[in-house]
């Protein structure tokens, strides 16, 4: 199969919808975790919500199995691809090439560390959009990261079709 070939697809089939039951108790789980982290954030006026954080309450709720969505990559996905972002930042440029060789460093850095978050990878380019120090290592990216996994946990664990996590380390 050649290059351009590849552009049409395998012509494989649509997945079926899921049954309106789990879509609901995603729905449910999904505003629970964004209304703890926002209402959190109102209360105390600290800041909480990172805006990675509705990808991961996406993986959280709707892919709960993968290894994706485990408590060890959700934080500490998060947690190295923000120091990355934070480093690049303040000790080699605040410039877009800067910002590059940063987020290609904390992709690379999750799966060296096997901590792979997707959500996490938009990170550094967060960083570097709203020039953030390093608090915002622990508020919002640990501390959120840390309130969303526990989110899942409760909440992912009424269901008796559901079992969260797989794994912790």
């Known amino acids: 199969m050649s290059y351009f070939q590849k552009f049409k697809g395998m012509s494989a089939l649509?997945?079926?919808?899921?049954?309106?039951?789990?879509?609901?108790?995603i729905w449910l789980g999904a505003f629970l975790a964004a209304a703890v982290i926002t209402f959190l954030a109102y209360l105390t006026k600290q800041p909480l919500v990172?805006?990675?954080?509705?990808?991961?309450?996406?993986?959280?709720?709707?892919?709960?199995?993968?290894?994706f969505a485990q408590p060890r990559n959700v934080i500490g996905g998060h947690f190295v691809s923000t120091l990355v972002g934070l480093a690049f930042l303040h000790f080699i440029s605040?410039?877009?090439?800067?910002?590059?060789?940063?987020?290609?460093?904390?992709?690379s850095l999750m799966q060296l560390l096997r901590v792979p978050h997707p959500p996490a990878g938009s990170n550094p380019f967060i960083v570097f959009?709203?020039?953030?120090?390093?608090?915002?290592?622990?508020t919002p990216?640990?501390?959120?990261?840390?309130?969303?996994?526990?989110?899942?946990?409760?909440?992912n664990n009424l269901s008796t079709e559901r079992s969260y996590p797989k794994y912790w380390l």
């Open 14 to 25: 649509l997945p079926p919808s899921p049954p309106l039951r789990q879509v609901a108790y």
């Open 141 to 155: 990216t640990l501390l959120g990261a840390i309130l969303l996994v526990i989110i899942a946990l409760f909440y």
């Open 94 to 107: 605040p410039e877009w090439w800067s910002m590059a060789l940063s987020l290609a460093t904390a992709l």
């Open 50 to 67: 990172l805006g990675s954080f509705g990808a991961s309450i996406f993986v959280l709720f709707i892919l709960p199995d993968t290894p």
């Open 129 to 138: 959009l709203v020039g953030a120090n390093w608090e915002f290592l622990f």
